[in-house]
């Protein structure tokens, strides 16, 4: 009964390819984001949605779209994979509002070559 | 936007000490969060903590939000307390992002 999980765990692909990372959460949380950690291990938030719609964008590069078919469900679809998206992604929610404890997914170690 | 930092970057224990990490913020906080990542990647929800203090075994958190600033102690430290403690931070502006600090590297040697 994982609170929230992301599908795959691991990702290696070459240069250029499109790939999904899927994301899911059953803890009843409105609003859902991803997450991106780098090398030096540094968590920067990509994406928030709340109820579907999105929220925060934070200047990531339109290859990156996200999809929000429900309240419990964030995909992230990366289009013309570069080397430097590799990284781990992370998913989280968290109930709508300031005063909420956000929770994360396993991550997704997206390796491009 | 709000700045988060960390202290220690690194810290190397021997089984059994004590440990003190630090957490400050340059603005008002309205929700707080301590996070341990192990050794294969995972976030562990530490403590939700805008204010006040919590305990949960060996671990608690004092935050006092009115200095900006909040402590995670680790007590009888053990080798499954090796990995990042992060200290996310969501601000008055930003209700719907958590902004981690840079995290500090436990490791805790047998």
């Known amino acids: 009964d994982t609170a929230v999980s992301q599908t795959p765990k691991y990702l290696v692909t070459q240069m250029g390819n499109d790939k999904s990372i899927k994301c899911e959460q059953n803890l009843g949380h409105d609003t859902m984001y991803w997450y991106k950690q780098d090398s030096k291990k540094f968590l920067k938030i990509m994406f928030s949605y709340n109820n579907k719609e999105l929220i925060i964008n934070e200047t990531v590069p339109n290859r990156f779209s996200p999809k929000s078919p429900d309240k419990a469900h964030l995909n992230l679809h990366i289009n013309s994979l570069e080397l430097g998206d590799s990284a781990v992604y992370f998913c989280a929610s968290s109930r709508s509002g300031m005063n909420t404890e956000a929770f994360f997914g396993q991550g997704t170690r997206l390796t491009v070559v | 936007g709000i700045q988060v930092e960390q202290s220690p970057p690194d810290l190397i224990l021997q089984e059994g000490a004590n440990s003190t990490l630090r957490c400050n913020f340059s603005d008002s906080v309205n929700n707080l969060q301590w996070f341990h990542q192990n050794p294969w990647g995972q976030l562990i929800n530490l403590f939700y903590i805008p204010s006040g203090t919590k305990q949960n075994g060996r671990l608690s958190a004092t935050t006092v939000a009115t200095e900006r600033y909040s402590l995670l102690y680790i007590s009888s430290s053990q080798t499954t307390d090796s990995g990042v403690y992060f200290c996310?931070?969501?601000?008055?502006?930003?209700?719907?992002?958590?902004?981690f600090g840079k995290g500090t590297l436990l490791t805790v040697n047998p």
């Open positions: 996310a931070v969501v601000s008055g502006g930003s209700n719907y992002k958590l902004t």
